[in-house]
């Protein structure tokens, strides 16, 4: 009865429990063994030996049976630690996207602005002859259109060949003083190393009582916005003329290519051409009805500032969808 203990005690698998039970319980096992022998036992002590021999089959029944719990125990705990997922593991990312460059150029202009309180202001892709011009000092058969090379829509609307009617739209709708910005895309027939016939302008615009906004406060903020820009460049204010500015300027940096030796880019003459800017035409706060106001506006073309800031060669190349270059500004 020990030796048939000892066996259940042993077994340290399921896979050992099992034998054991075929070696006990089976039809040819031990107990059936030890049951045979009670025909051989004399009548009056039978009784008691069957009883014995129950309460063996029964001791050795519990004690498997705890065995076989512990080690079905063991088995699962195995099982579980084996096939843990550790959940602070990395998992695959798979591949990671990114911002655009001329969408991330255009993010960091605007973060600029509105962390000097300028609102964001938007207006129609397509635009009437109003917005775009007339209201801008540029009236019918203005030369300076020609300036322009306008895509035009049926019924006399035009797709916006500048930012500059969103100038007029926030004007339309709302008393000075007026402090904003308009982000977007614009159109102009043009298609070369330099231009792609769909590009993208930040206007600017700040409005006040007159006198209260000028010149110099104009110069400022566009030279701290270059170096905000481009690092320790240096910055020139070219005159310039614009129907909707007036005096107007155009703004140069130092070549940052060949740091102002002169090179391809800057077509040896050691500057870059970054943005158009001036005090807003009188003409312009006429067509609104503004009355007793100064201010100043500026554009710039944002697919310039990306090449400008990753050195790319061909604008157009900003519009192929080619992955290559995309990949880079992961
Ligand atoms: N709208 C002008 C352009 O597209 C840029 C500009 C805006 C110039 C505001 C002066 C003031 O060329």
């Known amino acids: 009865m020990e030796n048939l203990e000892k066996m259940i005690e042993k077994a340290d698998s399921l896979e050992e429990l099992e034998k054991v039970r075929v070696e006990l319980f089976g039809k040819k096992g031990a107990l059936s063994k030890e049951f045979a022998k009670l025909k051989d036992v004399p009548g009056p ?7 014995g021999l129950n309460q063996n ?4 029944q519990t004690l498997f049976d705890e065995r076989y719990t512990t080690l079905k125990k063991e088995e699962i705990e195995k099982l579980l630690k084996a096939e843990t997922i550790d959940v602070s593991l990395y998992g695959n990312l798979g591949e990671k996207g990114a911002l655009h460059p001329v969408m991330a150029t255009m993010d960091k ?3 600029y602005f509105v962390a000097l309180n300028f609102a964001i202001e938007d207006g129609p892709k ?3 002859d109003f917005h775009n011009f007339e209201a801008l000092n540029l009236p019918k058969n203005h030369p300076a259109r020609e300036m322009q090379d306008t895509f035009f ?3 006399g609307a035009v797709l916006r060949t500048h930012t500059s009617p969103v100038q007029i739209r926030t004007m339309l709708k709302q008393k000075p003083p007026i402090r904003m910005i308009a982000p977007g895309a614009v159109f102009r027939k043009d298609y070369d190393l330099t231009h792609t016939p769909m590009f993208h302008q930040v206007e600017g615009l700040v409005v006040g009582e007159k006198g209260e ?3 110099a406060n ?5 030279s701290e916005f270059l170096h905000y820009m481009f690092g320790d460049v240096e910055i020139r204010f070219r005159p310039s003329f614009f129907p909707f500015t007036e005096p107007s300027a155009e703004v140069d940096i130092s070549c940052i290519f060949c740091e102002a030796k002169g090179c391809r880019v800057c077509s040896h003459t050691g500057w870059l051409e970054v943005l158009g800017c001036g005090i807003v035409d009188q003409n312009v706060f006429d067509a609104v009805e503004y009355k007793n106001v100064s201010g100043y506006a500026f554009g710039l073309g944002v697919e310039r500032f990306a090449m400008l800031l990753h050195k790319i060669p061909d604008l157009r190349m900003l519009f192929e969808g080619d992955t290559r270059l995309l990949e880079q500004f992961r």
């Open 213 to 215: 906004v000028n010149f």
């Open 153 to 155: 829509c049926k019924d």
């Open 126 to 128: 397509v635009e009437d």
């Open 57 to 60: 089959k029964v001791k050795l």
């Open 109 to 111: 202009i605007i973060d």
């Open 218 to 222: 104009l110069k400022s903020i566009m």
């Open 45 to 51: 002590e039978k009784k008691a030996f069957a009883e």
